[in-house]
């Protein structure tokens, strides 16, 4: 039997480099998104079964829906990867950042990934364990949870609260055979970085970053197939850098 997988925010970028990448690790994948999933999403799933669901899960409707058509398509849930994720609509100082903008990256960033864990690991509780674990929950979080950016403070707070889920649920889940683990991409070419890439190019450049390039988002997809994976069975609740070292302080 397949194990299923469900990516949430995986029409593009990092969510959808890591449907590829679990499909071809032989996973059902299922694919969750906002909007209609576009003629050329599948093209990269190449190994189990998938399935599309058009739905918002920072709303627990949607989270509801995403979960009652995973189990009516494939009957149980394995592997909850929480990658939905905004950044700010606007790049603003924290002296002047909205409540209406702080509600809605926390909304996205984060609620939905408390509660997807939730009603997730409630289904993984009612499974078999199948091969060595019951199941696994990995949470894409950001360098943002432990690095200051003063003009997009509420995105650095939303991953740092997925920081402490990651924690919370690792603690709560470990005696039951359900692993949590949390990955910290750090500058990775996608849609949502593409505005400040001239920023980042310079900072490259600059040798802030000791493995000086961008990173992708078949970096974070990599990280994500060795946790899924059966490995990885005396560590939970911990994170890794995908971040090109920048998380290295030097002199």
Known sequence: MKKTAIVTGGRRGIGRAIAARLSRDG??????????????????????????????????????????????????????????????????????????????????????AMFMSQIVAKQMLRQDAQGKKRGTIINISSCSAAVSSINRGEYCVSKAALSMLTMLYADRLAAEGIFVHEIRPGVTATDMTSGVKEKYDKLIAAGTFPIARWGIPEDIADAVSVFAGDNFLYTTGNYIDVDGGFHIRRL
């Open 27 to 112: 996973f059902n994948v299922v694919i969750n998104g906002v909007s209609p999933p576009g003629d050329d999403l599948f093209d990269d799933i190449s190994g189990g079964e998938y399935l599309y669901v058009q739905a918002d899960v920072s709303e627990s409707a949607g989270r509801q829906k995403l979960v009652d058509e995973t189990l009516k398509r494939f009957g149980a849930i394995h592997l909850l990867v929480n990658n939905a994720g905004i950044a700010p609509k606007v790049r603003a100082d924290l002296l002047e950042m909205s409540e209406e903008s702080f509600d809605h990256v926390l909304n996205v960033n984060t609620k939905s």
